[in-house]
């Protein structure tokens, strides 16, 4: 049997469940000790005229983050795949894969391409040992430089 609100002494806590008009009347009333709504308003803001409102940074300064972040993304991605390939490039010369191979081709066709004038860079007599000394270098170059670009363009954001 559940006990009336008014049975039981002021101050005592309710036993059981609570009804519905005691979940009603502490939901609306405020905690002991607070100041009502009107006072906290005034201590929040300086003043009685304003409402209380919650400072928010604009819509475009979130979607200008993420698209920095995702320009940043591609340009480490990018970078990463050039540096894939030149990767694949020094292995396949390293292990003298079959010069005639379809991908064999097209990975040299690719490194030739994008290792710019390090290309002879060194001029050792072993072509294994010039293939690793100038792609190598070439990715590493590639490897520095996207790095300092991604963390130029993060700073945008």
């Known amino acids: 049997m559940a006990e009336h609100p ?3 002494p002021a101050g005592d806590p309710p036993s059981g469940r609570a009804t519905s008009t005691e979940v009603a009347a502490s939901a609306t009333a405020p905690s002991p000790g607070a100041a009502p709504p009107r006072e906290r308003e005034t201590a929040a803001t300086g003043s009685r ?17 993420r698209l920095v ?13 050039v540096v894939a390939v030149l990767a694949v490039h020094i292995v396949f010369a390293v292990f003298e894969a079959n010069g005639s191979n379809d991908i064999v081709i097209a990975f040299r066709d690719w490194a030739d391409g994008l290792v710019w004038q390090f290309k002879d860079v060194f001029a050792p007599h072993d072509p294994k040992v010039a293939v ?7 990715a ?8 300092i670009v991604v ?3 993060r700073r945008l954001g």
């Open 69 to 81: 972040g995702a320009i940043a993304t591609i340009a480490a991605l990018a970078t990463t795949v």
């Open 151 to 153: 963390g130029l363009i």
């Open 6 to 8: 008014h049975d039981r």
């Open 49 to 65: 005229s304003r409402p209380l409102r919650r400072l928010r940074r604009p819509a475009t300064a979130g979607l200008r983050t």
């Open 140 to 147: 590493v170059v590639y490897l520095v430089a996207g790095r």
């Open 132 to 138: 690793l000394v100038n792609y190598g270098l070439a």
